[in-house]
Nanobody
Framework: QVQLVESGGGLVQSGGSLTLSCAAS????????MGWFRQAPGKERDMVAT???????NYADSVKGRFTISRDNAKNTVSLQMNSLKPEDTAVYFC????????????WGQGTQVTVSS
């Protein structure tokens, strides 16, 4: 079964905005902290932002003040509003439950490509 589906990526100019969306399965989403992760070419996958089931958020220093993570528990979706985009934000963005079990053994989605031109 398809468990995670990311969408909303695209090509934008520096300073622009994008909103990413993730539809997660009930099994992955319910009761779990969810996160957005990104992987640039030749780099490891890094955490961008997380949000608990109750709405507490955490951000990587590189995106703090520019990105906003949110979730809709009724729809099993998590979003990432990205503003003031920079070329260094260029990466494939993934969502998943922010738990070691899922990060190591879970099945990642296809991700969505974000490309920011200078």
């Amino acid at each position: 079964q398809v468990q995670l589906v990311e969408s909303g990526g695209g090509l934008v100019q520096s300073g622009g905005s994008l909103t990413l969306s993730c539809a997660a399965s009930r099994t992955i989403f319910s009761g779990n902290t969810m996160g957005w992760f990104r992987q640039a070419p030749g780099k490891e996958r890094d955490m961008v932002a997380t949000i608990t089931s109750g709405g507490s958020v955490n951000y990587a220093d590189s995106v703090k003040g520019r990105f906003t993570i949110s979730r809709d528990n009724a729809k099993n979706t998590v979003s990432l509003q990205m503003n003031s985009l920079k070329p260094e934000d260029t990466a494939v963005y993934f969502c998943n439950a922010a738990h070691n079990f899922y990060l190591r053994y879970g099945q990642w989605g296809q991700g969505t490509q974000v490309t920011v031109s200078s």
